[in-house]
């Protein structure tokens, strides 16, 4: 008979199907992620391990990598990678993130996503906070509680609702299809870019919010911050269309649709003592860029945006500078600024 070869260390986290720890492999010499499922009249003797199966038949170097799947004192465990560096989810912590780690992380997630898609299943529950990080900020999609294999989609415990589409809304509350899994990686795209002060929106109960889902309101399309040039825009509307036949037909064709959307200046929203600004930088390095916008002495709001080349001091670009006395007029000038940048680079 075995005896158990592995030390418990922490507890790393938890929710609706089980509880994660770091465990060692005393065999191996190697830490794992340990995640022990709740026992639940859900969930069969052998529905315990669709999960598990799950991550086998999707092993990509974008999907937590799986090591074992028994059982512990009669509770189903699911041994797995241990990635040191979180989740999405932990690194952003609900603000914005730069706008070319945004597209980075759902451009891996995609991968990872279009092969589970290849080999048949379907995930269910992608958001922020099952997309893992490598040590190099490599992302791998994890946590497959809700997974199934196409064309054998049973109703499940819910997901996040935030991430449910419209038609799963009105017709059986879980995603059933490929459609279903786009448009959950839309709004965390959304979510990245945004922050999720973007999804603050009146609705005091759970019906209200899936009315919101329902008719496209929610997440709100047309509120994205300044700094997010058209073309981003478009792949997030177009992954969040209400009507499935009109997003993407696959995880590819989402990830080449980012591809083509890469910023040439990455943009990310700073804190100022003034008001408001951004940072950003090129994708090759070569220059640095900053815009501020804030209330001068004249009591009017000022936007200016400046250069620094490589080893270079930062310049004033006076042509896209601009006093106005309305702030919602100076806001949409540094939309306007601000996108041709990021999507132009000059």
Not at 166 to 194: F, H, K, Q, W
Request: charged residues 25%.
């Amino acid at each position: 008979m075995l005896t158990t070869t592995f030390e418990r260390i922490r507890h790393l986290g938890g929710g609706h199907f089980g509880e994660v720890w770091l465990e060692r492999d005393m065999a191996l010499d190697r830490l794992c992620a340990a995640k022990y499922l709740h026992r639940s009249d859900q969930l069969g003797p052998r529905d315990a391990f669709v999960e598990a199966q799950a991550m086998v038949l999707a092993e990509h170097d974008n999907v937590v990598k799986i090591y074992s799947a028994d059982l512990a004192g009669g509770v189903p465990v699911i041994r797995m990678e241990y990635l040191p560096g979180g989740s999405i989810q932990d690194l952003y912590a609900g603000a914005p993130l730069p706008v070319s780690v945004a597209v980075a992380a759902i451009e891996d997630a995609s991968r990872g996503l279009e092969y589970l898609h290849i080999r048949g299943w379907l995930h269910r529950d992608i958001k922020p906070a099952n997309l893992m990080l490598t040590a190099d900020r490599q992302v791998k999609v994890s946590d497959f509680g809700l997974a199934c294999s196409m064309g054998e989609a049973a109703e499940a415990p819910v997901g996040y609702v935030a991430h449910l589409p419209p038609e799963s809304i009105v017709d059986n509350r879980y995603i059933d299809d490929v459609a279903g899994d786009i448009y959950a990686m839309g709004v965390t795209l959304y979510r990245l870019l945004n922050g999720d002060q973007s999804l603050q929106v009146e609705a005091d109960t759970i019906a209200d919010l899936a009315a919101l889902i329902e008719r496209g309101k929610f997440p709100p399309r047309d509120e994205f911050l300044p700094h997010i040039h058209h073309g981003l825009r478009r792949v997030v509307r177009r992954a969040l269309h209400v009507d499935p036949s009109r997003r993407y037909a696959s995880a590819s064709q989402l990830r080449h649709a980012l591809e083509v959307s890469r910023p040439c200046v990455s943009w990310t929203q700073v804190e100022t003592v003034d008001d408001q600004g951004w940072d950003g930088a090129t994708m090759d390095g070569s220059a640095r860029w900053r815009a501020r916008l804030s209330l001068n002495r004249r009591h009017r709001h000022s936007f200016r945006l400046e250069r620094c080349g490589l080893g270079g001091t930062y310049r004033s670009r006076g042509a896209d500078a601009g006093e106005f006395n309305d702030r919602g007029e100076a806001m949409r000038h540094a939309e306007e600024i601000l996108g041709r940048v990021a999507s132009k680079g000059r």
